[in-house]
């Protein structure tokens, strides 16, 4: 079955330590995205790519890296910087431009992130 | 900039109707979706209108008027299992690319 997994599913991290979140599609989708979700918040967009080897800062990207060097991962590395990194992590797909298609989101499960 | 408002809270009765609105501002505006999220789960897609009008997908419908920059998620027939936050949200292009971006989002809850 097509999908998008994400992992890990819960991670403690210290402060001062970086942490890679693994973001993975085998749905053929163009486009990745990651978003941060706080408790009783909505979505708010980290980072996106549209196409291999680019992508864009998002609303939040302060403090957040990614990398887009094949079509089906999209990691997240939250650095150190990142003030207040302890939220809900949002992986999501879709089919890029072009159709009606590109404008649906396919969400992973998440991965729990707590700075310990 | 951009920004979304919706009401933070709604609760109705099972089998009733339940309307949840959606204002937007932004600008290379594409078009508006609304997602399902229950409790610790992913957002899932519920429908997306690019034109003006009413789109229904069986007990749910959507409504967007870009003219108001408005639109509303219809929900009929409500069943407990609707208990859930729902999240309308715009398409945008504004250099960069195609991205979404999501309002805070409206927690329905259904009483029996």
Redesign the interface.
């Known amino acids: 079955d097509g999908g998008i997994t994400q992992s890990p599913k819960y991670l403690f991290r210290k402060e001062g330590q970086n942490v890679t979140l693994s973001c993975e599609q085998n749905l053929n989708h163009d486009?990745m995205?990651w978003?941060r979700q706080d408790p009783g918040?909505?979505?708010?967009?980290i980072y996106?790519s549209?196409i291999v080897n680019d992508f864009?800062?998002?609303?939040i990207a302060e403090g957040y890296s990614v990398s887009r060097e094949k079509k089906e991962s999209f990691p997240l590395t939250v650095t150190s910087a990142q003030k207040n990194p302890t939220a809900f992590y949002?992986c999501a797909s879709?089919r890029?431009?072009g159709d009606?298609g590109?404008?649906?989101?396919?969400?992973?499960?998440?991965s729990r992130l707590t700075v310990l | 900039g951009q920004s979304l408002e919706q009401p933070s809270e709604v609760t109705a009765v099972e089998g009733a109707i339940v309307q949840i609105n959606c204002t937007y501002q932004t600008s290379g505006f594409y078009g508006l979706s609304w997602y399902q999220q229950h409790d610790g789960g992913a957002p899932t897609f519920l429908s997306y209108n690019a034109l003006d009008g009413l789109e229904e997908t069986g007990r749910f419908s959507s409504f967007l008027s870009r003219s108001d920059s408005y639109g509303y998620l219809l929900l009929q027939e409500l069943q407990m299992k609707d208990s859930a936050s729902y999240f309308c949200a715009v398409r945008t292009s504004r250099g960069g690319g195609f991205k979404t971006i999501f309002g805070a989002g409206t927690r329905l809850f259904v009483k029996a």
Do not use: E, I, M
């Open positions: 486009a995205y978003y918040q909505g979505l708010r967009l996106y549209q864009q800062k998002g609303d949002l879709s890029g431009t009606s590109a404008n649906v989101l396919t969400f992973g499960a998440g």
